[in-house]
């Protein structure tokens, strides 16, 4: 198979968490037989610098050239003062709405071998396996009208949250069918009590689920869903929300399980798969080398699960990444006090020899 995929490592540990992942995709592609065509572009801060525009045409033409989109991270303090629409952020979330991802998927699974990094006990988080399902192109985050106005002193702000039936259901879709093939349970994420557009979101999801007699929908308050969250983890299956509940939980999430630097996501739904890991630019490790790269290399095999219908080929990357942790990989920010930690580029080098070993393996098997 031909893999056509458009790479934007974009601003602090975005390159260097990137090139691991491209070398894990093109040690994939090798051992697969499969070609990969790859062209880099800018993002973000680093798009701000070269062409004073967060998500050039250049860039939003090769996305939409290629099937999947690899994103490192975009942010930077260098632009915190830059009115929003010149801010890195805005990049990304323009360019998640050039790709029709309206589907946020964030997957948090406990690694039994991290369990020394979980802030919770091991009998709370053991057997955590939870995909957040986060609607991305709806909510406060796109609705208008939205501003700032009035004199210095006296001014307000307006944000607007608006969500129509149409947009609830085809992500309430995407969850339902995620659901049915996995443990079969949907919890759908809202705040019926005080929000309209929670009321309709409830409405419309509880409407659907008669389509899916098999998955077990059930509702919650999203600060009820919070709490739970952190208290019984292991119980959740597949989390349903809107964009900035999505937000907030996905991080939430992720500081169950202990780091935000193993976590991975796609946005799927348009006709080009955006994969990017959660964690952000990290400005303040950036250029050191020491960032964990498992958030993009799990990123990547999302993209071949999502975009390219390779499962085996994703498996062989999760695979990978468990056996690595397994055999003691640490980089910094996943090791306990006294454990030898890896550099970025060995990490890849680890996942990349895993990789290889474990297609052959198969490859064997096979003939
Ligand atoms: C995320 C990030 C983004 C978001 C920011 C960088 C715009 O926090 O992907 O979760 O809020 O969606
Ligand atoms: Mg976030």
Redesign the pocket.
Known sequence: MRLRVTSLPGDGIGPEVIRQAIRVLEAVAGSFGHELELTEREIGGAALTAFGDPLPPTTIASCLASQAVLLG???SPAFDRNPRELR??AG??RL?QELGAFA?L?PVVYYPALRAISPLREEVVRGTDILVV?E?LGGL?FGQPRSIEGAMGARHAVNTMRYSEQEIERIALVAFELARSRRKRLLSVDKANVLECSRLWREVVTRMSADYPDVHLSHQYVDSAAMMLVLKPAEFDVVLTE??F??IL??QAAGVIGSLGLMA?ASIGGPVGLY?P?H?SAPDIAGQGVANPLGAILSVALMLRHTYQLAKEAECVEAAVVAALEAGLRTRDIAKAGERTVKTEEAGTWIVELVRATAKTKDRAIS
């Open positions: 991270a975009v942010g890195p952020e990304l979330l998640r946020n964030r986060r991305l985050y964009n900035m999505g937000d996905s991080d996501s990017e959660v952000g």
